[in-house]
């Protein structure tokens, strides 16, 4: 499968607890973003790269909040310290630059996060 | 106001109607326009772009009115499968930059 892949697809965890999302994107795309979408709502943006150098992030975004992209390959978003406001499901999502342009994103199935 | 804004619906029409969606961005140097679908439980998928001359798909038309800031599409003949959550998406970012925002999306359902 040469798609977007995420692990884990489900993680539950207790308040506090820090939780690690991986995101895989397609091989030879260099853009990939990260969305958190709760239910009834659209995707919300939370962060992009281009290779490994991050973009942009959201102002939603509470320092928590990381992600990290190494080697412009895989790339990680760490959520420290979960609150229950945190459930809802990530998605990642990957563009070669052109096809960003056209707004082309190809979206992994997303790692949904339940916060006790 | 937030960035991109669509009317969340739903919208309940029966087979073979023709049913509009609307869309407007706040940021008025947003470069670029599509429409996604989401099915339940499922990720999105870029349904088509908007076009400044307006585009066709099939029974799909894109619209774009960069004065007044808003986007819409129309589906004709709709069929039962047409059925999902519909999002307005915008690239609010420079040629160079790609900030791509979706709105909160419209439901349709498509009754027999």
């Known amino acids: 499968d040469t798609g977007v892949s995420q692990n884990p697809r489900h993680k539950i965890t207790k308040r506090g607890q820090n939780v690690t999302f991986r995101c895989d994107p397609i091989?030879?795309?260099?853009?990939l973003y990260w969305y958190r979408q709760t239910l009834g709502q659209g995707p919300e943006f939370l962060t992009y790269f281009q290779n490994e150098a991050q973009l942009e992030k959201s102002r939603l975004l509470s320092d928590r909040f990381s992600a990290e992209r190494p080697k412009g390959s895989f790339s990680t978003l760490e959520i420290q310290r979960t609150e229950q406001g945190d459930s809802a499901m990530y998605l990642c999502?990957?563009?070669?630059?052109?096809?960003?342009?056209?707004?082309?994103?190809?979206f992994g199935e997303g790692s949904r996060l339940t916060v006790l | 106001r937030k960035e991109v804004e669509q009317d969340p619906g739903p919208f309940n029409v029966p087979e073979g109607a023709t049913v509009a969606f609307n869309c407007t961005y706040s940021n008025s140097a947003s470069q670029s326009f599509f429409w996604y679908r989401q099915d339940c439980r499922k990720e999105p998928k870029l349904l088509m772009s908007?076009?400044?001359s307006g585009n066709e798909d099939g029974r799909f038309t894109a619209q774009l009115n960069r004065a007044s800031q808003y986007i819409s599409l129309l589906i004709r003949d709709s069929k039962l499968s047409d059925s999902a959550t519909y999002l307005c998406?915008?690239?609010?970012?420079?040629?160079?930059?790609?900030?791509?925002?979706f709105g909160s999306g419209t439901r349709l359902s498509i009754r027999p």
């Open positions: 908007v076009y400044s």
């Open positions: 998406v915008v690239n609010i970012g420079g040629s160079s930059a790609s900030k791509i925002i």
């Open positions: 091989s030879e795309h260099n853009r």
């Open positions: 999502a990957s563009s070669l630059n052109r096809e960003a342009r056209t707004g082309e994103l190809f």
